[in-house]
């Protein structure tokens, strides 16, 4: 069979010749021979799965990117099918490369990973937006307004149009809504604020500081707010400098251990 033979199957010739070029297919076996026949039924299909795959423009994703995705879907559907069951290939085809667009969709072009069943919620959230802001005196749809029209709950609803804003993004570049001008998105991020680190920690030593003696307090503070030496201190208190230090050193390791998680 040589490729002349083969065109694009819109006439009821141009289907028995691929029925027949089906039958060879299958009958031959594996090798050069059989590639080449296999070359020329894909060749044969592929202006019908190109136009599956402009079914699917608009929808943010480039048109060679979906054609490639319709081939694919088109190279399973040539491989898998048995033209002894008696159905014609298009009728296996066209839901076999349906499928494999709508996979990619799926599962390659969300932005953000989403599970199948808030996918699915998605795509009944839009459809019934899409339906009720064509009726007389539309409104923006509440997730009540959803639920009603979907026979979905109230809870479902609000998560498939949350999931809305979930298949593409705002590049971190892009510009908030409302702003003035000359603020990004990575602008208003927040950063890790190092004295969060600092606050726990006095929080977590409050309740031994509470609990120690007097004496050992005024040494805290004197040493540790006031910056006042250990000697100076000892002088103010009346004891020696290396009482100070042992005082020092005694009451911290006392505070950390009284801070630190109890083990289980």
């Known amino acids: 069979m040589t490729s002349s033979q083969l065109s694009e199957p819109d006439s009821g010739k141009d289907a028995l010749t691929s029925d027949q070029a089906f ?54 559907a040539v491989d898998r099918f048995d ?41 009944q959230v839009r459809l019934s937006q899409r339906d009720l802001s064509q009726r007389p005196s539309a409104h923006n ?14 809870e479902d609803a609000n998560l498939g149009m949350q999931a809305m804003g979930s298949y593409s993004v ?11 001008g000359g603020t990004s998105l990575a602008d208003r991020l927040g950063s890790r604020d190092r004295a969060l680190e600092t606050v726990l920690e006095r929080e977590s030593v409050k309740p031994g500081l ?5 004496r050992e307090r005024t040494i805290l503070y004197l040493r540790y707010f006031r910056d006042m ?5 000892g002088q103010r208190l009346g004891i020696s400098q290396m009482h100070v230090s042992r005082l020092l050193r005694q009451t911290c390791e006392q505070l950390r251990a009284d801070a630190m998680p109890k083990a289980a």
């Open 210 to 214: 509470r609990e120690l003696p007097e």
């Open 83 to 123: 033209p002894a069951r008696g159905k014609a290939f298009e009728t296996y085809a066209i839901p076999t490369v349906t499928g494999e667009l709508k996979r990619h969709f799926r599962d390659h072009t969300w932005a953000v990973h989403v599970p199948r069943r808030v996918q699915e919620l998605r795509n």
């Open 23 to 76: 039958r060879e297919l299958s009958a031959l076996p594996p090798g050069p021979e059989r590639r080449a026949c296999r070359s020329q039924v894909i060749d044969l299909w592929l202006p019908m799965a190109y136009r599956l795959a402009t079914r699917f423009r608009n929808r943010g994703e480039p048109m060679d990117d979906l054609r490639q995705v319709a081939a694919m879907g088109l190279v399973k």
């Open 229 to 233: 030496s250990q000697n100076t201190i």
């Open 170 to 180: 705002y590049s971190l570049d892009a510009e908030p809504a409302g702003a003035d």
């Open 141 to 154: 749809p509440t997730p009540a307004d959803i639920a009603a029209d979907t026979g979905l709950s109230e």
